[in-house]
């Protein structure tokens, strides 16, 4: 009899104990309360009855570190832990899982081995050094960024049609079979190479941040989003991608850009290159163009009429042409370090003068060719030391520095003298227009011109 009662007892123990499950952690245990899933107080367990068919479950961000208790979801097939505290997550039993996301967490390892049913995953912003999906053949979308993996292997998953691996030390990477692939982002990683010539469907692939001394874009030509900033190319032909809306090739060492069959660009970025020349005349749903630090020595911008854009600093341009009629919209103008451009063609001198400040000191905003003439007043080789003053002014000009007696001449810029003197340190110029004028100062030997704003 004794033997009988202690079989039922044990028997019953199990079978209550079989009705619950443990659930450890109490802000886990707090998730599945504020999703009605367990019922207050915590104490450490759920009834397994309410959470066996339970398909999906998002408990982000409630700073959970242990979830045990997730077996017993066992028809779970969307999972979201993101932005928790976990150290560890094992979801094996959980083989009907097709979505599962865990970035920003610290896990270091994540088997998914037995999770053949994922086509998302989600598990970015961790500390996991190795990953093998070569299981997950279902997976459409992998997003692995922000880890410490240093190899990938993603052969197997030949449906992968958005992968983000960057912000890893990834020294190589093979996409050659992910011919589904639509998204690439792979910058920040230590890659040599990229082969991506079997990847015909990718609209967007972003590799910037690497090592790459060479890219074939060739046969991408569905891409609409390229960037390859900060590689070391010395070459980047981009004449089939047709496509291309955004193209940032900036810090490489590019010699020359063809963009001329890129018709659809909207942002080019191509500053701090070696390029010598660029011809974007055939861009005219350019919003964006930055060349600036390369050694450009002309650049003509007035095809470009929805340009709003410009900066083409620190080159050598002598030549300068933006009337491309929409001078008013721009939002950001930038042409300083470019000492031997003199005139800068705008569709408003005035206007430009008054709002586009990032210019030499040596060139002055004019509205054509003859105010452009009208600046080379001759400077004697010889030039005049004198310093003038103050710049812009309302009422006067000062002149300092000249020892032997001096004339004075001011031009407005189509060229025609308005203001004669000698002999003086002072030229009052209150009854001129307001706008840009050339003061030039000579002594009978040498003589110099100096630009000056009257408001």
């Not at 408990?59 to 932005?83: K, M, P, Q, R």
């Not at 011919?179 to 082969?195: R, V």
């Not at 009208?374 to 004697?380: E, F, K, P």
């Amino acid at each position: 009899m004794r033997k009988l009662f202690l079989t039922l007892f044990l028997s019953f123990t199990l079978f209550g104990f079989s009705q619950n499950t443990l659930i450890p952690d109490p802000n886990f245990e707090q998730a599945l309360i504020d999703l009605g899933l367990d019922t207050a107080p915590i104490n450490g367990y759920v009834p397994t009855a309410d959470i066996v068919g339970v398909t999906s479950l998002d408990v982000a961000g409630y700073g959970i570190t242990d979830l045990t208790g997730i077996e017993d979801f066992i028809a779970l097939t969307n999972l979201s832990c993101y932005a928790n505290q976990l150290v560890s997550l094992d979801v094996t039993t959980n083989t009907a899982l097709n979505y599962l996301a865990c970035y920003e967490n610290q896990l270091t390892s994540l088997d998914v081995s037995n999770n053949t049913a994922l086509t998302l995953l989600w598990c970015s912003s961790n500390q996991l050094t190795s990953l093998d999906v070569s299981n997950n053949t279902a997976l459409t979308y992998l997003v692995c960024y922000e880890n410490q993996l240093t190899s990938l292997d993603v052969s197997n998953n030949i449906e992968l049609t958005q992968f983000y691996c960057q912000d890893n030390p990834l020294t190589s990477l093979d996409v050659s079979n992910n011919i589904a692939l639509t998204y690439l982002g792979c910058w920040n990683n230590q890659l040599t190479s990229l082969d991506v010539s079997n990847n015909t469907a990718l609209e967007s692939l972003s590799c910037s941040y690497n090592q790459l001394t060479s890219l074939d874009v060739s046969n991408n030509t569905a891409l609409t989003y390229l960037n390859c900033r900060d590689n070391q190319l010395t070459s980047l032909d981009v004449s089939n991608n047709t496509a291309l809306t955004y193209l940032n090739c900036a810090y490489n060492q590019l010699t020359s850009l063809e963009v001329s069959n890129n018709t659809a660009l909207t942002d080019l970025w191509c500053f701090q290159n070696q390029l010598t020349s660029l011809e974007v005349s055939n861009n005219t749903a350019l919003t964006l163009l930055s060349c600036g630090d390369n050694q450009l020595t002309s650049l003509d911008v007035s095809n470009n009429t929805a340009l709003f854009n410009l900066g083409c600093h620190t080159n050598q341009l002598t030549s300068l042409d933006v009337r491309n009629g929409n001078n008013t919209n721009f939002t950001y103008f930038q042409a300083y370090s470019n000492p031997d451009l003199t005139c800068i063609f705008v569709d408003d001198a005035s206007y430009s003068t008054a709002n586009w400040t990032d210019i030499d000191a040596t060139s002055t905003f004019v509205n054509n060719e003859t105010e452009c003439a009208a600046l080379s007043v001759g400077d004697n080789t010889f030039e005049l030391g004198v310093s003038v003053y103050p710049n812009p002014t309302d009422n006067y000009l000062f002149i300092e520095g000249n020892e032997n007696p001096i004339s004075i001449s001011i031009y407005n810029l189509l060229g025609k003298k308005v203001i004669s003197a000698k002999n003086t340190n002072k030229v009052d110029v209150k009854e001129l227009s307001n706008g840009v004028y050339i003061i030039r100062i000579t002594d009978g030997v040498n003589q110099t011109n100096r630009k000056f704003i009257k408001n």
